[in-house]
């Protein structure tokens, strides 16, 4: 029983470098939302969506770009990573907003050097 | 600006008492409220929810009371066990709005044996 799942796990980048993280769910979740947890703080929701082919801004979105093609896959861009970037990131999935809870990935762990 | 704040960072109790955790939320459209409790390394996992038509919801050792008028939520645990410490999360969300769900910087727990 999957979940939701997140790859990679860690990743070190250079600055100007871009990469993309990868969340996939096999819950059928409508809902889908990406968050990056700095040291100390909450998590701050970058971009979600509501469905497959619509995505939204959240808190922190600049610096970020995603895509959501099929209901399982809800990737995260990066196309120029800067040190405020680094970050632990988590996708999450739920079956609409609040109501119900949202299942979350493991996290990415993302250095940006 | 912070919409949901859990404004103690920290809080340590002794095993088998009660833990209590506040969270105050600024949004006025907040109608749904949820904690998460989150392991190092670990994505976070739902805990229990409460709905703004109710003031209280109970779980086995967990509780959250609801207080609209003051706009503050908080979670009770009793009695407080080793293994509840944690990174405890508010989130709270609008259904009206189908909206996303906003967490706070969380509260760490630390249980005292």
């Known amino acids: 029983n999957a979940g939701v799942t997140q790859t990679p796990k860690f990743r070190i980048l250079k600055i100007g470098q871009s990469m993309t993280l990868q969340c996939t769910q096999d819950?059928?979740?409508?809902?889908m939302y990406w968050y990056r947890q700095d040291p100390g703080m909450g998590l701050k929701l970058i971009y979600y969506s509501v469905g497959a082919g619509i995505t939204d801004k959240g808190e922190v979105p600049n610096g970020y770009n995603v895509s959501r093609s099929t209901t399982e896959d809800f990737p995260l861009r990066l196309e120029l990573a800067a040190p405020s970037q680094t970050s632990v990131y988590f996708c999450a999935s739920s079956t609409r907003a609040g109501n119900t809870e949202a299942f979350f990935g493991q996290g990415t762990r993302l250095t940006v050097v | 600006d912070q919409q949901v704040k859990q404004n103690s960072p920290s809080l340590s109790v002794q095993e088998g008492r009660i833990s209590i955790l506040n969270c105050d939320y600024t949004n006025s459209m907040f109608d749904y409220f949820l904690w998460y409790k989150k392991y190092p390394a670990e994505g976070p996992t739902f805990l229990i929810s409460?709905?703004?038509?109710?003031d209280k919801n109970e779980d086995g050792r967990f509780t959250v009371f609801l207080n609209k008028s003051a706009k503050h939520l908080s979670l009770h645990i009793v009695p407080s066990q080793p293994g509840d410490s944690a990174v405890y999360f508010c989130?709270?969300?609008?259904?009206?709005?189908?909206?996303?769900?906003?967490f706070g910087k969380g509260t760490r727990l630390h249980i005292l044996p």
């Open positions: 989130a709270a969300s609008a259904l009206k709005k189908d909206d996303k769900i906003i």
């Open positions: 819950m059928n979740h409508n809902y």
């Open positions: 409460i709905s703004s038509i109710k």
